[in-house]
Structure formats: structure tokens, C-alpha cells
């Protein structure tokens, strides 16, 4: 079993700052892509960051220059810094990693979810 653990969240006032962390646990053999999407009321998920095992990072262009991922997956913990932070950031942000509990199975698999406010 593979557990991902989400830390952080809240509410924040416009421009304020928040960090969200996922830890990955669990029969992981190796994983090749951790990431965090986010889902607004009545919108669809969307990819926000992601880390991959070539170090290729990945950012949608609404959070460009705002926010930053960091660690990656062979330490199995990642962390969203999230500055500048408006009301349209709002929404419950999931953790995801793709993981390997062999050579050749694979995996998706999701964190529990953490809400982000952004209201004054």
C-alpha cells in the first residue's frame, strides 16, 4: 500500500503566502512523477506543478512566477511555496505521484486533499 500525506493549507489573505507538503510512504519501489492539481468549485482538476525523476518541472501559466515546487522524488516529499497568493488560487489542492511497487507495476495515487482559501 501506498500512502501520500498532505500537510498545509488554509486561509490566506490576497498576496499572502502558503506551503504544502506531500510525503509519499508506503511499497514504493521508485516514483517517476509527483505533482499537485488543484479543483475549484464547479471546475474541472487542473495540473498545477509537477517534478518528474528527469527533473523536468512543470508549472501552469496562471501560478508562473508565484509559485514554486520543490524536493522531488527520490527523496518521495515535494512542497508547493505559493506567494502573491489571489482568490482565484482557491480551491482544495491533491497531491499525486506516480509510483512503481515493482520494476514493471505502476500506479496513480492521490492525497486526501488540503482546502486553500484566499479571502480578506
Known amino acids: 500500500q501506498v500512502q501520500l500525506m498532505e500537510s498545509g493549507g488554509g486561509l490566506v489573505q490576497p498576496g499572502g503566502s502558503l506551503l504544502l507538503s506531500c510525503a509519499a510512504s508506503?511499497?514504493?519501489?521508485?516514483?517517476?512523477?509527483m505533482g499537485w492539481f488543484r479543483q475549484a468549485p464547479g471546475k474541472e482538476r487542473e495540473l498545477v506543478a509537477s517534478?518528474?525523476?528527469?527533473?523536468?518541472?512543470y508549472y501552469v501559466d496562471s501560478v508562473k512566477d508565484r509559485f514554486t515546487i520543490s524536493g522531488d522524488v527520490y527523496a518521495r516529499t515535494v512542497y508547493l511555496q505559493m506567494r502573491s497568493l489571489k482568490p482565484e488560487d482557491t480551491a482544495v489542492y491533491y497531491c499525486?505521484?506516480?509510483?512503481?511497487?515493482?520494476?514493471?507495476?505502476?500506479?496513480?495515487?492521490w492525497g486526501q486533499g488540503t482546502q486553500v482559501t484566499v479571502s480578506s
Open positions: 499525486n505521484a506516480r509510483v512503481y511497487t515493482s520494476a514493471t507495476s505502476w500506479d496513480d495515487y
Open positions: 517534478t518528474t525523476s528527469s527533473a523536468s518541472i
Open positions: 508506503g511499497n514504493i519501489f521508485k516514483i517517476s512523477f
